[in-house]
């Protein structure tokens, strides 16, 4: 009787009683952790901060890199880079583009200069050396990628075709 | 035929068609729907149930202690006194943690040294995460019964709430306030909406994790090089293309980027809190600059200038005023002839950065004692800066041995930046709580 009560009540609900349980507890929580946020804020830009950061992540951030990657297939594609060395050379411009890419958007303030007169006003300091530190680390980084394939090429050439 | 991912996405327009549709899950309904809405034009041949929860799997430790760190130091902030944390003390839980006395003086600036650079290297893994689930958030139809559209609305709750976490973390390490959000409060209680929908998230997901384990093996998929990866069969959760593209990258060599990633960021950050030789190679942190070889030059986090203090307010007419069940003034000639104490103790920035130096000074404990601090009195050290709030402290930390009334560091004066004519110093508290141009000691009954 009562195991019928609950398949019935799965089977409406579309999961397990513990399934609803679980996020009317979570929602509670997070209702009262928002309204900590919302009571003390300006509730109009909080607002802005967590849709606007959900919707350029997903609609703006994923499809420009989505975007660029293709971009960057099809004019790989186009240079026959790989039928001449037999290593296939995406992942080396990949990786260091990525990291480059995550480095100026984590210390995005940093590097642009942002926030500098409130950072000179704090530390006695200015931001000089953030942009020029953040192209060397970019050149390093293609550098290093592109030597690791230079000696993954010559370890395919070395290595009898079998 | 449009087939590739992410093409400009249209959402009022296909949702629209969706609905209107009477059988939404039939294949004709799917063909009515744009791209990215249909199934199909998700088709990087990577995503699938198994490297979403390889990269939830190892999400959950680093959360966990980032989590745990964090907590540690807004405990570390005494919350409980009104003023010493931007947040609380009402609607928060209670202090469940203090650094034992018995800890070494660099605890702190341990945990919140993890704190921040773990954060920042996890930033790679989340983005990668999140990456992997896209096809998730236009899926139709959106919701087939109440479950469904809880699942959904937590999801989308899950991932502004991972975003808004991260962001507010860096910008304070960054010290860049944007409008008139108050980062500590929406980072503090933040962290409460994330954790607990992060919590629910894996509670629901761990079926789905312990069948792509048993389906494909933990770690086997990482065995696969670029020729041997195949898309995984696709399933119910839609992750796995139903069309999949050719690879151009293994799934172990898509863990790569991101680990390389994430120890590229230590590296341009982990020197600022290690310190030492290393602050030279946090060449993208915040206080990662070498200051130079003087025992005055290791960071400051603001400076007399900014907190306006001159150096005429800290001349000769300077004096130490101390207010317990005796008043007295004191010079900073009469406090250099009280009995001196060296100890080595590291400021620990909440932004992540720390620095260890030799300090020179009083003890509070005799300090209290000379100025006849009730039983259980909190001590509130006021500062010559401008505006100042002023941070209570609690018997067990100014009676600590090792915190100081610090007048000399490195065997030097202190500067007038790092506090002249006297600075406190405690093990193991946040850095601002060592409170620097101290004017006054305060004893108050509790």
Known sequence: MRRGLLLGFSRRYGASPLHLLAHL?????????????????????????????????????????SGLDRLLRATIARVPL????????????????????????????????????????????????YARNWLLITAVLFLGSGLIYAARVVRTRARPVS | MSVTESSNPEPTAPRLTSRRSSDPSSHRSNRRLVAPFRPDCWRSPLRGPWLTSFLGTLLVPAIGVIALTGFID???????????????????IPVLFHFPASW???????TQGFHVVLGLMVVPLVLAKLWSVMPKLFQQPVARNVAGALDRISLLALVASV??????GILMMEEWSIGNIDLNVVHYYGAWVFGTLFVLHACIKLPV????????????????????????PADDGGLAPVNPAAPTISRRGLLAMVGGASLT???????????????SLALLAPRGRVYGTGPNDFPVTHTAASAEVTSAMTGSDWHLTMVGERTMSLSRQQLLEMTQSTRTLTIACTDGWSTTQHWTGVPLGALARLAGAPEGAILRAVSLEAGQTSQAFVPSLYNDPRSLLAL???GVDISLDHGYPARVILPNVPGNFNTKWVSELRFEAA
Do not use: C, M
Not at chain 1, 86 to 104: D, E, K, Q
């Open chain 2, 163 to 168: 975003l808004v976490e991260f962001a507010t």
């Open chain 2, 209 to 232: 994790v312990r069948r792509a384990y048993r389906d494909r093996g933990v770690l086997k998929p990482l065995r696969d090089d670029l020729a041997q990866t195949k898309a995984e």
């Open chain 1, 25 to 65: 507890v979570g929602f509670a929580i997070v209702a009262f952790a928002l309204d900590r946020i919302f009571s003390g804020g300006d509730v109009k830009e909080l607002l802005i901060w967590y849709l606007g950061f959900a919707i350029a992540h997903d609609l703006v951030f994923v499809p420009a890199y």
């Open chain 2, 74 to 92: 807004h405990w570390a902030h005494y919350p409980q006194f009104a003023g010493n944390d931007g947040v609380g003390p009402s609607g928060d």
């Open chain 2, 265 to 279: 960021i230590f590296a341009v950050q982990a020197g600022e809190s290690i310190g030492g030789p290393f602050r």
């Open chain 2, 408 to 410: 000399r560091v490195n």
């Open chain 1, 82 to 129: 790989r039928a001449r060395t037999g290593v296939p050379v995406i992942n080396h411009v990949r990786a260091p583009a990525v990291i480059s890419a995550l480095l100026l958007i984590i210390y995005f303030p940093l590097i642009s200069r942002r926030n500098e007169g409130w950072y000179f006003s704090l530390s006695g300091h200015y931001l000089e050396h």
């Open chain 2, 104 to 110: 070494p003086s660099w605890s702190y600036a341990v």
